[in-house]
């Protein structure tokens, strides 16, 4: 680990408040955790249009497209898993303090590192969604092929296959994709974010 010691925080004189204010909304992550095809990505995604046709400033942070560049030389063992959810987690606290709702999806299969990157944010800017969908459902969604795959032997350490996945004790929401359409997953997400979108 280098020595810090000689770097001193510069305090920026354009605030995270400024910036919301501007913006007319709080900023803060909706992180979205589940297996593979459990619906991450497809809700993330109709969620931020909703948002968008609201006038509300958003970006995605999806696993799949950061381990495209930033985390281009991360893998799936537990080590490179931390790492990917500790840097898209700094990542998603640069872009909340620009003013804007920040919605990751990732896997993020263990609790310690969803908690690292809850206290990295806090309790006021980090809404755990639990995409809940049940493994049997997921692999016969297989939108990737990838659960093939995986029972075939081809890909090592698949979650929910040859790698476990920590479900939330505690988490913000529960959507239970097997259950609820995709438009009723985001009308139930809109509803619980109208709260906290507001700026006292
Ligand atoms: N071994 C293994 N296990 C799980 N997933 C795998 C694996 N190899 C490749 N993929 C593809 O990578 C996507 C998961 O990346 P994440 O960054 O979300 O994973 S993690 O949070 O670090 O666990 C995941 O995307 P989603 O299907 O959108 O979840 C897969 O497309
Ligand atoms: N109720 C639902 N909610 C979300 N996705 C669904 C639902 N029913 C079917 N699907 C399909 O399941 C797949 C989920 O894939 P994706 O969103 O990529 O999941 P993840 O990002 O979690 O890997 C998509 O092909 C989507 O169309």
Same mark, same amino acid.
């Given at each position: 680990m280098e020595n810090n010691s000689n770097i001193k925080w510069y305090k920026q004189s354009v605030t995270k408040l400024d910036r919301q204010k501007a913006n007319n909304h709080k900023s803060f992550v909706i992180w979205f955790t589940g *297996? !593979?095809? !459990?619906g991450k990505s497809t809700i993330a995604n109709a969620l931020e249009i909703e948002l968008f046709k609201r006038e509300v400033k958003t970006f995605c942070l999806d696993g799949d497209n950061v381990r495209h560049g930033l /985390?281009? /030389? *991360? &893998? %799936? !063992?537990d080590e490179d898993r931390r790492e990917n959810i500790r840097r898209i987690a700094e990542v998603a606290k640069l872009i909340v303090d620009a003013g804007v709702v920040v919605l990751v999806s990732v896997i993020s299969p263990f609790s310690e590192d969803r908690n690292e990157a809850r206290k990295l944010l806090g309790n006021d800017e980090f809404f755990e969604v639990f995409v809940k969908c049940p493994l049997e459902v997921c692999e016969k969604r297989d939108p990737k092929g990838l659960y093939k795959k995986a029972r075939a032997g081809?890909?090592?350490? %698949?979650? &929910?296959i040859s790698q476990r996945y920590e479900q939330p004790t505690n988490p913000d929401l529960t959507i239970d994709t097997s259950k609820l359409t995709v438009n009723e997953s985001v009308t139930t997400i809109l509803s619980f974010l109208n709260k906290h979108l507001e700026i006292n």
């Open positions: *297996l !593979s095809g !459990s /985390n281009k /030389n *991360l &893998g %799936f !063992s081809h890909i090592k350490q %698949f979650t &929910g």
